[in-house]
Nanobody
Framework: EVQLVESGGGMVQSGGSLRLSCAAS????????MSWVRQTQGKRPEWVSA????????FYTDSVKGRFTVSRDNAKNTLYLQMNSLKPEDTARYYC????????????????????WGQGTQVTVSS
């Protein structure tokens, strides 16, 4: 059974940092491109970041470039998102998701791109 379990969310002041983790199991983690997606209640999900299977290629939405860093440890089957200089507009529930195929280079959200999601972890940034 494929499982993605996020952790590391919490409440932080503006300018603070958090590191999210996503523990993967039930599949060959190192053969899938992975993504972070966030969603604020009542709004459409927003694509945040993607990383290729080997971790050497990373991609970000413009609003987080220079502040967020996605990485993966294939030996530990874990995906990470280091978030620095957090802003109130980063407040959202953050999900890790497995790409159904390869990341196609499109920096936007489409539900068709993913086949598995975690339950999410809440990040709240206060001003």
């Amino acid at each position: 059974e494929v499982q993605l379990v996020e952790s590391g969310g919490g409440m932080v002041q503006s300018g603070g940092s958090l590191r999210l983790s996503c523990a993967a199991s039930g599949f060959s983690f190192d053969t899938y491109d992975m993504s972070w997606v966030r969603q604020t209640q009542g709004k459409r999900p927003e694509w945040v970041s993607a990383i290729n299977t080997g971790g050497l290629s990373t991609f970000y939405t413009d609003s987080v470039k220079g502040r967020f860093t996605v990485s993966r440890d294939n030996a530990k089957n874990t995906l990470y998102l280091q978030m620095n200089s957090l802003k109130p507009e980063d407040t959202a529930r953050y999900y890790c998701a497995r790409y159904r195929g390869s990341f196609g280079g499109v920096h936007s959200y489409s539900s068709d791109d993913y086949d598995y999601w975690g339950q999410g972890t809440q990040v709240t940034v206060s001003s």
